[in-house]
């Protein structure tokens, strides 16, 4: 009877939750913190896979997502900044995604965008800098996506509870579920490889800042004199003493990554290096080693990230 009844539990739960994703984490690390009315779902994940890849995203047809974050580069790309549909050269560096769900708050200096699903309208219906071009054009993603039978079929098993809507806000909340699955635990640092004098300066010197699992304290300094083209926290909070100051960026998969700092200034790790207080060119050379310990190349090279083989996947 126990095991009847144990059984019948079980089987409750799964019906409830017909797809609870599973967070492949190594011990220690605890799942991201989700939105509760954005439950992550696979049907959701495979949306936000399709759309993160697809160009009918901008205004022309021209820029996806992942036109910008490459994940071979750990889904930065190789450029110092990358200009937006029409041209509006881009103002700061494109950073990698590796372990983004679990950021305090994202892009490099402003505090107040907190989750993934916010992110989302920053390239997509930004206007400083223009990115994908969309402000506005609401109707027009509508109507665009809502064309394609696939679309429609995805939108209904990803969002059962509004009979698959399709609006910028589902469109964000798939993107985000998507983004959440790029984790990133399987670099030599984590398997306990990583070259011993490199680790020790490293400790010593930089994880004050590039702490915890992600190498960031998610919290923002200033390294160098501001520039007036970039106050960084300072354009939002509006206090002087803010101006300059970046969010620490996430090391995971550093060496991929470059160009490096906020305005992709640093072309090599070695000036990125250099552009800290107090940088000892005597350390360079092991901390670069250090850093390389940090790219996985399992998730550099996970099929399940990538642009999908089949777009129209149910
Ligand atoms: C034109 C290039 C470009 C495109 C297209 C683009 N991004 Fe970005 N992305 C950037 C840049 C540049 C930043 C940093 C912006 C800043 O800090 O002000 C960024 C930041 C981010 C961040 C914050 C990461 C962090 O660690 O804080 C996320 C998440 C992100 N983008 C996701 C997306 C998604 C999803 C899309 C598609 C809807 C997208 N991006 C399209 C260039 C781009
Ligand atoms: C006081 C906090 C702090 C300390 C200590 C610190 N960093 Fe940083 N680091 C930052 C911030 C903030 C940035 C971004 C600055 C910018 O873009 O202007 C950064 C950027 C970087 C970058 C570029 C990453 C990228 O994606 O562009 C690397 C590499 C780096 N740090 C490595 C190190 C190493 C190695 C040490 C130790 C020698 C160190 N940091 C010490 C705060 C710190």
Redesign the pocket.
């Known amino acids: 009877m126990k095991r009847i009844a144990a059984i019948i539990v079980a089987f409750t739960l799964i019906a409830a939750s017909p797809a609870a994703f599973h967070w492949p984490l190594p011990q220690g690390v605890a799942p991201p913190a989700i939105p509760p009315d954005n439950p992550i779902s696979d049907a959701k994940i495979a949306l936000g896979r399709r759309l993160f890849y697809d160009a009918d995203l901008s205004v022309d047809g021209t820029m996806a997502c992942a036109t910008c974050h490459e994940q071979r580069r750990g889904f ?1 790309d190789g450029n110092v900044t990358h200009a937006g549909v029409h041209g509006d050269p881009g103002r700061r ?1 494109v ?2 995604l590796a372990n983004v769900a679990w950021r305090r708050s994202l892009t ?1 200096g402003d505090p107040r965008v907190t989750t993934l699903e916010q992110q989302v309208a920053i390239p997509l219906t930004g206007r400083f800098p223009v990115e994908m071009g969309m402000a506005g054009k609401e109707p027009e993603l509508r109507r665009r996506l809502g064309r394609d039978s696939c679309y429609r079929t995805m939108f209904r098993a990803a969002f059962p509870e509004t009979r698959g809507r399709i609006d910028q806000a589902s469109v964000a909340k798939a993107l985000a579920a998507f983004q959440r699955t790029f984790v990133s635990f399987s670099a030599p640092i984590d398997h306990g490889d990583a070259p011993a004098a490199g680790a020790a ?2 400790a010593a ?2 994880a ?3 702490a915890g699992h992600d190498f960031t304290d998610d919290q ?5 004199q501001a520039t007036s083209s970039d106050r ?1 926290l300072g354009e939002v909070t509006g206090r002087i003493g803010d101006d300059g ?7 995971r998969n ?1 060496s991929v ?2 160009p ?4 992709g200034s ?1 072309t090599t ?1 070695d000036q ?2 250099m ?2 207080p107090n ?1 000892d060119t005597a ?1 360079t050379p092991a ?1 670069i080693a ?2 390389a310990a940090l790219t996985d190349n399992a998730f550099l090279t996970n099929p399940g990230l990538s642009y999908p083989d089949s777009i129209c996947r149910l």
């Open positions: 930065a560096n950073p990698g490099w300066i490293f010197k930089c004050t800042c590039h923002f300094h200033r390294l160098r960084g100051a970046f969010r620490t960026p996430s090391l550093v990554t470059g490096w700092l906020h305005d640093a790790l990125a290096l552009a800290h940088a350390d901390l250090f850093l």
